[in-house]
């Protein structure tokens, strides 16, 4: 019964090139988030998705960042031309519902460095 | 708008030595409160929950009370294990929602022979 599965688990990249994260959920599961966590900081909420819908984009940066959770395949988060400043831990959490009675399960994380 | 704060580590301690991790919060309305722990290499895992006034999460030994008139949900354990090491993160969420945690930076813990 795997968990939140994220890939890659590490990716570098230079300035002005593109990332790409992605996520398979729980089994089970339909709701996908993405946190990202800046060094020293705690993890931030960037956006929430279901399937073919994005639910909750509050957390993202305006420029630059997307993310989808297309019918079949992983969830994906993409961020074009990157900067130093998006070098980060990025994590993929999920749960089954996204009521309060759920609880998130995280994946590993994905650790972003722009050189 | 919502915000953690959680006591700076590394914490150091020995084995079998009681451990407090401090976590204190602003939110408005009355949010469920949660303790995440990481271990090197892996996501993070719910270590427990409260999601009322003087409600007590426990699990593992580990136990947290929300108390509301301190807006506080410290860590408690009474005798830690070297497996024990780890980060912890304390965390909130909106009533009705699971989608936007709000979380402290992390509190490393070591646990030493």
């Known amino acids: 019964n795997a968990g939140v599965m994220q890939n890659p688990r590490h990716l570098v990249r230079r300035r002005g090139q593109e990332a790409r994260l992605r996520c398979s959920p729980m089994?089970?599961?339909?709701?996908v988030y993405w946190y990202r966590q800046l060094p020293e900081e705690g993890l931030k909420f960037m956006v929430y998705?279901?399937?073919?819908?994005?639910?909750?984009e509050s957390g993202m940066p305006k420029e630059r960042f997307s993310a989808e959770f297309p019918k079949e395949g992983p969830s994906i988060l993409r961020i074009q031309q990157v900067v130093r400043g998006d070098s980060a831990a990025y994590f993929c959490?999920?749960?089954?519902?996204?009521?309060?009675?759920?609880?998130?399960?995280f994946g590993a994380g994905s650790r972003l460095t722009v050189l | 708008g919502n915000s953690v704060t959680q006591m700076e580590g590394p914490v150091t301690l020995s084995e079998e030595a009681f451990l407090t991790i401090n976590c204190t919060y602003t939110?408005?309305?009355?949010?469920?409160l949660f303790w995440y722990v990481q271990y090197p290499g892996e996501g993070l895992q719910l270590l427990l929950k409260?999601?009322?006034?003087?409600d007590k999460g426990s699990n593992k030994g580990f136990e947290a009370t929300y108390r509301k008139e301190t807006t506080s949900f410290h860590l408690e354990k009474g005798s830690v294990q070297v497996s024990d090491s780890a980060v912890y993160f304390c965390?909130?969420?909106?009533?009705?929602?699971?989608?936007?945690?709000?979380f402290g930076t992390g509190t490393r813990l070591q646990v030493t022979l």
């Open positions: 939110a408005t309305g009355y949010p469920s």
């Open positions: 965390a909130l969420s909106d009533p009705g929602t699971a989608s936007k945690l709000t």
């Open positions: 959490a999920s749960s089954q519902s996204g009521s309060g009675a759920n609880v998130l399960t």
């Open positions: 409260a999601t009322k006034a003087d």
């Open positions: 089994k089970g599961h339909s709701h």
């Open positions: 998705l279901q399937k073919e819908n994005i639910i909750d």
